[in-house]
């Protein structure tokens, strides 16, 4: 992972073998109520993220801050990933168990009755 910066632009290049382009995209979405982010492949092997203040606004000075906040964020999301693609059948066997139809094999065996003491057989209607 290299950054550079720009007139007024971070720009990130990630190794798209480590980074998924969904990956990415989930990551720097938290990024878009402050920065205009772009994510392009640079070569076959690298993408370019490319993060502009939004407004007409300046890069902060504290690029180093951001810096490891965006790799931080970036391990975050790897790791949901990883975690997501490993648990996958699991979630469907779950959900699948909880909306599959299950018709009951014996009817109730115990006769029905009021706890308060009148016989529900008793009622007319």
């Known amino acids: 992972m290299r950054f550079e ?4 632009e971070l ?4 190794d798209a ?3 998924t382009q969904d990956v990415l995209h989930k990551c720097f979405y938290w990024y878009g109520n402050t920065y205009s982010i772009d994510i392009d492949h640079d070569s076959e092997n690298t993408y370019k993220v490319s993060l502009r ?3 007409g606004g300046n890069l902060p000075e504290e690029l180093e801050v ?3 906040r965006i790799k931080r964020d970036l391990i975050d ?3 949901r990933d990883i975690v997501t ?3 996958r059948v699991i979630r469907e066997l779950l959900v699948a ?3 599959a139809y299950y018709g009951l094999e014996d009817n109730p065996t115990s006769e029905v009755s009021d706890p308060v003491g009148s016989d529900p057989k008793d009622i007319s209607m």
């Open 66 to 68: 951001i810096c490891d």
């Open 5 to 8: 910066t720009t007139d007024n």
């Open 85 to 87: 693609k490993e648990t």
């Open 77 to 79: 999301f790897k790791l």
């Open 11 to 14: 720009l990130l290049y990630v």
């Open 53 to 55: 203040p939004l407004a």
């Open 97 to 99: 168990k909880a909306f």
């Open 17 to 19: 073998a480590v980074y």
